[in-house]
């Protein structure tokens, strides 16, 4: 049994916390807010409902998992943790805040990961004393499905870090895959580029987003078209993605679509908020 510690109770980290819960180990979920935080407590209770309901898991294991969850709005309830595990909002700013402060409380041997999926581990391990035991653990949503879990080093990042968090995700039945701290990493830098083709092929009247979804789907192989996905996924998240792999790659193939652009400030941004390339209202 190790503690963990994840910041965020968000999709990915109520996610993630429920992942590590579920595998024998202590969990603190941390966030600012307590609506966010009870919202995500709940989440990972409605969550294993399904999976107790599928016959996967009976409710006694259901039951102790939830009791290895903890939650706290004080970030100072991490100090214990063997490994934390940040899945805040994808801003710069507030992750490279987050870590200072990680820094500052956790023991000298206190692992810190971060779950971005696409800022870089190199510039967030620079902001602690600590770059040798900064790593990325870009886990896929949903959580506790998702097979891969995206392992990034950073420049400083030591290979007992990277030995150490790839034990970690092997145990909670992941795959984890070693990567190297490049804008986008792996599954983002092909992934996107992808989905704003697609953006592109609707703006410029090449087909309906229906249309393109079931070439991908039927022609590709792929369980979901990427404009669904985009959606899924959120097009403002996309979007930022986008940016960074343009701004860290300087390549005009990952200029961001016009129309992409557009919707993100019209605010229809995904199933979020009802409304992207599909309509989700209910």
């Known amino acids: 049994m190790t503690k963990i510690a994840v910041i965020g109770a968000g999709t990915m980290g109520n996610g993630i916390a429920q992942v590590f ?10 966030d600012v807010q307590q609506a966010a935080l009870d919202k995500g407590l709940e989440t990972i209770k409605g969550s294993l409902a399904r999976v107790v309901k599928k016959g996967t898991i009976t409710e006694a294991d259901a039951a102790a998992t939830l009791k290895r969850v903890t939650g706290a709005t004080d970030i100072s309830a991490v100090k214990d943790a063997a490994l934390v ?15 200072e402060t990680l820094d500052q409380l956790c023991a000298p041997g206190t692992i810190l990961a971060t779950n971005t ?31 891969l879990v995206e392992i990034i080093r950073g420049q400083r990042t030591s290979d007992a870090t990277t030995r150490q968090v ?3 995700s092997t145990a909670l039945g992941k795959t984890p895959v070693e990567v190297n701290d490049y804008p986008g990493f792996v599954a983002n830098r092909i992934l996107m580029p992808m989905i704003n083709e697609a953006v592109y092929c609707v703006m410029e009247g090449v087909a309906t987003p229906e249309a393109v979804d079931t070439v991908m789907k039927l022609g590709m192989a792929h369980p979901m078209g990427p ?5 899924l996924i959120g097009l403002d998240v996309c979007l930022a993605i986008l ?3 343009h701004t860290g790659l300087g390549d005009p193939k990952y200029r961001p679509s016009p129309l992409l652009r557009r919707m993100v400030a019209a605010g229809q941004l995904g199933r979020k908020t009802g409304q ?7």
């Open 21 to 30: 819960a579920a595998h024998g180990n202590d969990v603190t979920l941390v």
């Open 85 to 99: 595990v940040e899945a805040a909002s994808e801003n710069p700013a507030i992750k490279f805040k987050i870590f």
């Open 117 to 147: 999926s696409s800022i870089s581990i190199t510039e967030i391990a620079a902001k602690t004393k600590r770059p040798e035991l900064v790593i990325g653990m870009h886990f896929m949503n949903p959580v506790p499905v998702m097979q």
């Open 166 to 168: 790839m034990e970690w």
């Open 227 to 231: 404009l669904a996905l985009a959606d």
């Open 243 to 245: 940016e960074v792999l």
């Open 276 to 282: 992207g390339f599909y309509s989700y209202a209910k």
